[in-house]
């Protein structure tokens, strides 16, 4: 099993990142992501958010050199937060995009 699903740099769009969250429910040892540098913007961050309501085990996303905004960040901290786990997905958040002061 792995913990950490790297897909940086892939070539990934938008509609990749729906079935992937999907995905990554079947596979609960997978806790870090790592999309940086992918053609994802805020529509692909936003399916991402809404696929990971379920999931349970992803802690820390890489979206590095990608356009996602701060709204769609707030998405996906907002989700994490329904799960019972801001603090370890914001310090993760603001590790990687250093959008919080």
């Given amino acids: ?6 897909l940086a740099r892939s070539g990934l769009t938008d509609g990749f990142f729906f079935p992937l969250a999907l995905i990554l429910q079947g596979h609960p040892s997978v806790s870090e992501l790592d ?3 992918n053609a994802i913007s805020d529509d692909g961050c936003l ?3 809404e696929g990971m309501k379920s999931s349970r085990s992803i802690m820390r996303i890489n979206l590095t050199s990608t356009k996602v905004g701060s709204h769609s960040i707030k998405k996906l901290i ?3 937060a329904f799960r019972g786990r801001p603090n370890q997905y914001l310090e993760a958040i603001y590790n990687i995009l250093s959008i919080y002061p």
Avoid: E
């Fill in 1 to 6: 099993m792995f913990r950490s699903l790297k």
């Fill in 35 to 37: 999309l940086s540098g």
């Fill in 47 to 49: 399916k991402l958010a």
């Fill in 78 to 80: 907002d989700v994490v």
